[in-house]
């Protein structure tokens, strides 16, 4: 029997001073659970150690090192979180030389060589990664693992197994949340869960669309494969068993395939399950539809954020939204939502692909007039892996590879120069959004007057808008400098302007994955299955 080591580095300092503390709360990460299933299943130890609400502090992670003595380090990070990680790296290459370390999620999916210069990683995990760390414990040859990045005599070699997505779900380990810490659930705001504690689940994995800013497809590659509703039933029942009363559904395009959705909530409403869950990642407005929103709250589900984006269907055409979706469908998605009695919320950006100065101002009266609940804006950045990024980088219009900078709150004007926007015009309009569209918003205060009575929410709806505020008129405070223990190794190692960066290709599933669409509600013609696979 081996033993591993999960982390999730700390997000303090990433959004703590900035708009993404209230926009980016804390919540438990689907990937850990799902690898400590896979090691737990395969008869080895695991401890999950989540920083997310803590701030970087190399002494706890020495310490937990020292405790538990594990012999696979695996660590999780985005592109503003992956510096921790590279530090991670070298603290454990001091603490226990003899560990093997390992690091994956959407950064060094995307850039999994560069990952691997810029570190003292020993492995890089690219794409789906369910079993990577129990294959490390069960001592296979790093070759024959599926999308692995290794060393080899100081050289870096990719194994000899392309990745490849996994085709039933179903297959999949249970997620292993006996092993996360409950700090963490419990600590998760108000503003994201009302039934404390709770966690994040997974019904579907992947998305068909090709918004440029997007980069799921870093780890989930190109195509739509679901769980079967007895599976999720058996996941909800074990998180129920648990004391999880409430999850936040993590997929990307839920309600696209409405039969399979419909068909999921039946099965939750037949097993009489006491779990309430949210869409709190954004589903599209174009697979709207009445008589699921109303399957949907019937099972337990109060809350849906929709991924509006903008105010243009211009715009939502040149940064590749696709389907049918546009600002009218929009505005329908959120009435049907309401008229179910669902919350209804949305995500917006400005800065985007096509964006001007006009439509990011058709964005900030679009949000001005829809009757949303709660609303988040983010300024675009072209995040590693994304087509977007791609594109810039051709167009030589990257300024910096500071992973540190890419957060959709600040320092956009440090990372990129957009096509036909200044940063100040960008930057005016993200605060404009949540001026007019929020705070300065008397149709948007009434709604949420009412919604914190109706909830009990004044507290925590108070403290938030007067964040809101101050960061917004205050400009806030620019986010301190993170504790790096060995900044001074790993930051002559940095990416450079000019130098090749890793251009990965999604992946797509080796089966066709169909896609059933409608009817919909009032449709008399019949079901059609559209291949998700080129």
Known sequence: MARALLINPSTSRTYGANLGRTAFPVFPVMSLAALAGAVRDRGHEVRILDLSYLAYDPGLIRQVLRSERPDVVGVTCTTPLVNQARDISYIVRDELPGARTIVGGSHPSALPHQTMKESA??????GEADFVVADLLDD????????????????????????????DLDDLPMPGWEHYPMDVMAHVSQIVARRRPMTVAEFSRGCIYGCDFCASKNTLGRGYRKKSPERIVAELERLAHRGIHEVLLVDDIFTTDRNWSA?????????????AWTCSNGIRVDSADPELFDLMKRAGCYRVYFGFESGSDEVLKAFGKGGRTSVAKAVEAVNLARRAGLEASGFFQVGLTGDTA???????????????????????????GTPMFHELHRQGRMKVFEWDS???????????????????????????????AMIGNPAYLWRRFR???????IAVTIKTVGRFAFLIWGRGKSPDEENYEYEATWRPLDLKLGEPVDETVPIIPRRRSYLTIGPRSGDRTSSAAVAVQD
């Open 358 to 384: 006009e439509t990011m101002q058709a964005t900030v009266d679009f949000a001005s007039r829809i009757p949303l609940d709660t609303m988040k804006c983010g300024m675009t950045v072209p995040f590693p």
């Open 263 to 275: 068909a999921v909530c039946e099965a939750i409403i037949r097993s009489g399950l006491d779990v």
């Open 140 to 167: 296979r040859d790093p070759a024959d693992v599926q999308g692995l990045w290794h060393r080899v005599d100081g050289e870096i070699l990719r194994s000899d197994v392309k990745g490849q997505l996994l085709e």
């Open 406 to 436: 890419y957060t959709v709150y600040n320092k956009i004007d440090e990372i990129f120069d957009h096509p036909s926007l200044t940063p100040d015009e960008v930057h005016n309009a993200f605060r404009r959004f949540y001026v007019k």
């Open 451 to 457: 919604f914190m009575l109706r909830n009990k929410e």
């Open 121 to 126: 990683f020993d492995f890089v995990a690219t």
